[in-house]
């Protein structure tokens, strides 16, 4: 069992937080962040039967951005609120209770109720709980990380897995023909139908000095493509234009976040987006990442069709995803 979690620490600290959780003078949100400024990413409306404006909006927001949001996306209102209520639930539960789904220490896997989740820089450590484990296929479930308090949690989870499909493939579709490819080729790229999807549901308690500490801190994310829906506190940053600035947040969109894997597929002309998580004084934050990734001996690197010795040479590394992974969770140069 991890000695301390960020929940126990949030209710202990009224005023101060411990030194570990203080960032570094030059990640302080206090000061890096831009007042006074809310970034307005694209927003794609999947409503559009103008199938190739959507596929430009993809594409110039994945190729500019690295980032966008969703809107009219067909999953259900309701079917986000469960999805959201089961997980607040499950945080909301007495630690012995939450502890039962722990990752298993010196597990290879991410999934299981935690809060460190990768190497630490000087020893820092960020202000956030989480949990995961994997909601497709169903031949990659391990129901032993899926919280049975609420008794409804796995419906509401595998209801969610159902729906996320249709936005996932509209997705990778409108990607895969903006950079000139067939429609199923950068999908299958990714690793087709065995992609596997990785549910995180982040808890970030109230804290003392959100001036100082970060809930995650920044980073790409090393997916194809993540999938994430929030609760109403904000706490997104992206880094643009070299400043950290607030995005703002739309009611019932999904936040698309591109990955590592798609970089790399694309050779560089869709951009994996550098962003980070601040916490709130008042409030808890949550969130519901879910991000899309290879099965773990799939080998990914840039698409054929998207290099050539002469002009576009590959820019990056075909490898196994775990190898990726690792070297990602550990640091180490890819």
């Known amino acids: 069992m991890e000695a301390e979690r960020v929940h126990e620490i949030a209710i202990l600290s009224r005023k101060s937080i411990p030194e570990e959780y203080i960032r570094s003078k030059n990640e302080q949100p ?3 962040t831009v007042q006074g400024k809310v970034l307005e990413v694209p927003t794609v409306d999947f409503s559009d039967p103008d199938e190739e404006k959507l596929v430009r909006q993809v594409m110039e927001a994945s ?7 969703v809107v009219n996306h067909e999953i259900p209102s309701e079917v986000i609120r469960k999805l959201q209520a089961v997980g607040k639930h499950f945080f909301e539960l007495p630690r012995e209770e939450k502890e039962v789904y722990a990752r298993p220490p010196g597990s290879n896997s991410l999934e299981g109720y935690g809060t460190r989740l990768q190497k ?4 820092k450590k960020c202000w956030v709980d989480h949990l995961f484990h994997k909601i497709w296929p169903p031949s990659a479930i391990n129901f032993h990380f899926w919280p049975k308090n609420p008794p409804s949690y796995r419906e509401a989870n595998e209801e969610y897995a159902k729906h996320l499909h249709g936005v996932a493939d509209k997705l990778f579709k409108c990607m895969s023909i903006g950079l000139g490819l067939e429609g199923h080729e950068l999908k299958e790229a990714a690793g087709g139908d065995e992609l596997e999807y990785l549910l995180k ?7 003392p000095r959100p001036d100082l ?5 920044a980073h790409t994310d090393m997916s194809t493509i993540t999938i994430l829906v929030p609760n109403e506190v904000q706490g ?4 643009k234009d070299g400043h950290w600035c607030v995005v703002k947040y739309f009611p019932n969109a999904l936040v698309i976040h591109v990955g590592d894997q798609i970089e790399i597929i694309s050779n560089g002309r869709y951009k994996s987006v550098l962003h980070r998580t601040t916490v709130s004084k008042d409030e808890t934050r949550m969130s519901w990442p879910v991000f899309l990734e290879p099965p773990a ?13 002469n002009e576009n040479p590959p820019k990056y590394k075909t490898k196994k995803y775990s190898d990726y992974a690792y070297c990602k969770l550990n640091k180490l140069p890819q």
Not at 201 to 207: E, L, Q, R, S, T
């Open 236 to 239: 997104l940053q992206a880094f």
């Open 201 to 207: 549901i982040n808890y970030y308690p109230p804290c």
């Open 213 to 217: 500490a970060l809930g995650v801190v």
């Open 63 to 69: 190729r500019d951005w690295g980032m966008f949001q």
């Open 120 to 123: 630490e820089v000087d020893g």
């Open 30 to 32: 206090g000061t890096t």
């Open 297 to 309: 001996d799939f080998f990914v690197g840039p698409h054929p069709k998207l290099v050539n010795d």
